[in-house]
């Protein structure tokens, strides 16, 4: 998103700091700032001038002109009045006209990012005449497309030779570039108008909107003779407004204009007046606005009393755009129709059967708001990023439907005569309050901020604040659509005062509880990793045919109405679904035999909901061997579980596998797959080879097993006798040892012998064998071992070390 820093400021009070610093203050409190386009010398040398005189040259498209730029251009030669000489190949030059001369010396503006930047010099045309410099048309001031003729400049209030970027909101501007992407929750600060109230917030400046917006007056009446009437299903559309137009008869004003230059410095381009007025009020409000001709409008619904009905669009239903393509709407799509014959895709664009031409004679402007999760999903459904639907899919807020809509009925009253208005919403709703105790706001930011200097904070930006005793009472502004809850004005307060402005002092706190489910997934990390598997980290977001491809239930699964991707549209009930499709990639790469794993949180809705409605979630280990040399993979799959269940110190039995009731274990083939239960017949996973159906759609090899393992179950059964244990928060010790023992004593004894010695120490303890060697004829064989091992009550000292190690040592 670009904005301009000087049309920005046009709506506050006088700034007291740098560019620079009120741009690291943006940053800082507001939204980053990728890039700052400096263009306050884009237009040197660029002035205003008036053509004193015109000559058309014979056979040729060139025009011999003199123009006065007041004696501000050096250099050049001049006649006995003063004037320049210029040559111009525009048609509509003229007498009289008032022009932008890019003078001898000056960059043209539109080349300033070229590798070489077109520099305007001297040049003598058809051998003859002399031109000093260029009388410029829109598109090589960087400042539109039209290159049909030179731009013609308002006079009023111009002088010849005055700086060009000054004839309008100055040129001479910065443009920032915005990463909008983290005001995704923020609509109101995609326009101008709220954009720059944050700025005046963080610069702690009282702001105020224009009295249009807050206070939107219709000052016409409704024709008898036009007649519309609005259904809208308020899920998918809060609130629809329109007004019919019709046309004046004025024509458009030939000159060029100050919108054209705001709407180039925000990305966009000048079309005419009626679409540039829709498009200026969209920079400034973040309302985008959209044109029907209304009497195709009533053609298309075949019936005397159109009605809008906005609704859900029917699978496989068709829809010609305006660009010429014709698209296929799901059910996710929302439609606006002429008496149920579609007409636009809501928020994405209009329908060729309703577009604006040469011969419409009334309009129907449409200001309207639309469900920000379909909008996303129409967008990338349909491909469409257009500056209207990245406004719509951030959720305008109903309430700019009206002020907005009247604006622009005023901007251009001198083309288009409004003679009906129709809204759907009947009476304004009531405005949220949310109370945010003093206590609450200090306790939360660290801050000691008291409750006048809170509400000033918030009055700042619009927010009706009162004061009872020791809380604040907000009234919520409309365009507020983010704030709901308490913790929700902290967070203004906190950033609008500056998050760096308050004192970096740790708060007091006890000693945290350890989270036990991490240490858990440490431990497991450390087991399965030392045995060869490798851990991946996937995403939780699955496309529904990966599901449908493991035989699982979609149903079963939360979709994510606001996904970032179709690709991503489901929450997975299980993980192995995702490993499986990671495994192709690893044979691709020419791994012939892998383990991967992977611990994560699952969300099938069997699971329900808590008592905030928020999905319950299961801890869930899942696993995937494939070897191809293996013309089974189940005993492989197998040994991983019971190494882990012996290791923790769980009791457990393999039992005869049973397809689960939510279909989200489908996958196994049930013959040679089993349920792994604790002894009372508590199911704790299931372990076994997958579906050679499966396997073929994955391009996976027949013998490929997996299993998955409840982590939260796993947790709870944990014996006393589990191998694995968590460090202290003391530093731990890292030791080699080997030790020469008999030919007939085994490494696993060795090992629990080594285990023992450092538990009576009552040291937290890691112990892995590491190599056995026997030299040829020797009557011993050596034994390596990595050691691990820690206090729990503070650090070891060297000298207990060295003590440790002689005891282990003569371990035989």
Same mark, same amino acid.
């Given at each position: ?31 980053? *700032? ?209 007004? *019919? ?188 309050? *949310? ?378």
């Amino acid at each position: 998103m670009l904005i301009s820093l000087n049309w920005l400021k046009l709506g506050l009070d006088k700034i007291d700091i740098s560019d620079d610093e009120l741009v690291k203050l943006i940053g800082a409190r507001l939204v980053e *700032v990728e890039e700052v386009i400096d263009q306050t010398h884009k237009y040197d040398k660029i002035y205003v001038a008036q053509v004193k005189f015109c000559e058309k040259i014979p056979d040729t498209h060139l025009t011999l002109c003199l123009i006065d730029d007041g004696g501000k251009a050096e250099d050049v030669e001049r006649n006995k009045d003063g004037y320049v000489q210029v040559m111009c190949g525009a048609p509509n030059v003229h007498q009289d006209m008032f022009v932008a001369w890019i003078a001898p010396g000056a960059i043209v503006p539109a080349s300033v990012h070229d590798a070489e930047p077109f520099k305007i010099s001297m040049r003598k045309m058809l051998k003859k005449y002399d031109s000093y410099g260029m009388i410029a048309a829109a598109d090589e001031l960087d400042l539109g497309d039209d290159h049909e003729g030179i731009i013609e400049l308002n006079p009023e209030g111009l002088q010849a030779g005055m700086p060009f970027a000054k004839a309008f909101v100055d040129l001479n501007d910065k443009i920032l570039d915005i990463e909008n992407k983290s005001l995704t929750h923020r609509p109101d600060t995609f326009g101008l108008l709220g954009f720059r109230r944050e700025v005046a917030g963080i610069l702690g400046q009282k702001f105020t909107s224009p009295d249009w917006y807050l206070n939107p007056n219709v000052d016409f009446k409704n024709s008898s003779d036009v007649k519309l009437e609005i259904e809208i299903d308020e899920k998918l559309c809060p609130r629809y407004t329109a007004i *019919v137009f019709e046309p004046t008869g004025k024509e458009y004003s030939p000159y060029f204009s100050n919108q054209a230059t705001l709407l180039a410095r925000a990305g966009m381009r000048s079309i005419d007046p009626i679409v540039d007025a829709t498009n200026m009020n969209m920079l400034l409000s973040g309302q985008p606005l959209h044109a029907f001709d209304y009497d195709k409008f009533v053609a298309v619904g075949g019936s005397a009393t159109p009605k809008i009905i906005v609704r859900a669009a029917k699978k496989g239903e068709k829809l010609t755009l305006l660009d010429g393509k014709e698209i296929e709407m799901n059910e996710d799509d929302i439609v606006i129709t002429s008496n149920n014959v579609p007409v636009a895709l809501a928020g994405a664009m209009g329908g060729a059967n309703t577009a604006i031409d040469e011969n419409t004679k009334r309009v129907i402007l449409e200001s309207a708001t639309f469900s920000l999760y379909n909008l996303r999903k129409t967008q990338m459904a349909h491909g469409i990023f257009s500056e209207a639907i990245t406004r719509f899919t951030k959720g305008q807020p109903a309430g700019q439907t009206l002020p907005v809509a009247l604006r622009f009925a005023r901007e251009v009253a001198d083309y288009l005569k409004p003679v009906g208005l129709f809204d759907s919403q009947k009476t304004a709703p009531v405005a949220e309050k *949310v109370e945010l105790p003093l206590a609450q706001l200090n306790s939360l930011l660290g801050t000691d901020f008291d409750a006048a200097t809170a509400q000033k904070i918030l009055q700042n930006v619009e927010f009706d604040v009162k004061t009872q005793g020791d809380k604040l009472i907000a009234t919520v502004p409309f365009w507020r659509t983010d704030i709901h809850i308490p913790e929700d004005l902290i967070e203004e307060i906190g950033r609008l005062s500056g998050y760096d402005n308050i004192a970096p002092i740790l708060p007091l706190h006890g000693t945290a509880d350890p989270n036990v489910m991490f240490t858990l997934k440490t431990a497991l990390r450390h087991h399965l990793s030392a045995r060869g598997a490798n851990e991946v980290l996937t995403y939780s977001f699955v496309h529904g045919d990966l599901m449908k491809k493991v035989g699982q239930d979609t149903d079963n699964s939360y979709e994510i109405v606001n996904s970032i991707s179709p690709d991503l549209q489901h929450i997975r009930q299980s993980i192995v679904p995702s490993l499986l499709d990671k495994s192709y990639a690893n044979l691709r790469a020419g791994h012939e035999k892998f383990a991967l794993f992977e611990m994560n949180q699952v969300y099938p809705r069997t699971n329900g909901v808590d008592e905030d409605g928020v999905p319950k979630s299961t801890y869930q280990l899942g696993f995937v061997v494939v070897d191809q040399a293996q013309k089974s993979d189940f005993y492989l799959a197998k040994k991983y579980v019971q190494s882990i269940l012996d290791n923790f110190g769980v009791e457990y039995k393999i039992k005869p596998f049973l397809d689960a009731k939510d279909k989200s274990n489908t996958y196994y083939e049930s013959k040679r797959s089993a349920n792994i239960e604790t002894v009372d017949g508590t199911l704790i996973g299931h372990v076994g080879e997958i579906k050679q159906r499966i396997l073929r759609e994955f391009k996976l090899p027949v013998p490929t097993a997996a299993f998955e393992i409840d982590l939260q179950l796993l947790l709870e059964l944990q014996g006393a006798s589990a191998k694995d244990f968590s460090f202290s928060q003391y530093p731990s010790v890292a030791r080699d040892l080997t030790i020469s023992v008999p030919l007939d004593r085994r490494a696993g004894e060795i090992e629990a012998r080594i285990r023992e010695t450092l538990s009576q120490r009552r040291l937290v303890n890691r112990v892995k064998c590491t190599s056995i060697y026997q030299a040829e004829g020797a009557d011993t064989k050596n034994i390596s071992f990595h050691l691990d091992f820690a206090r729990t009550d503070k650090t070891l000292e060297k000298a207990e070390i060295q003590a440790i190690m002689k005891t282990l040592e003569k371990i035989k």
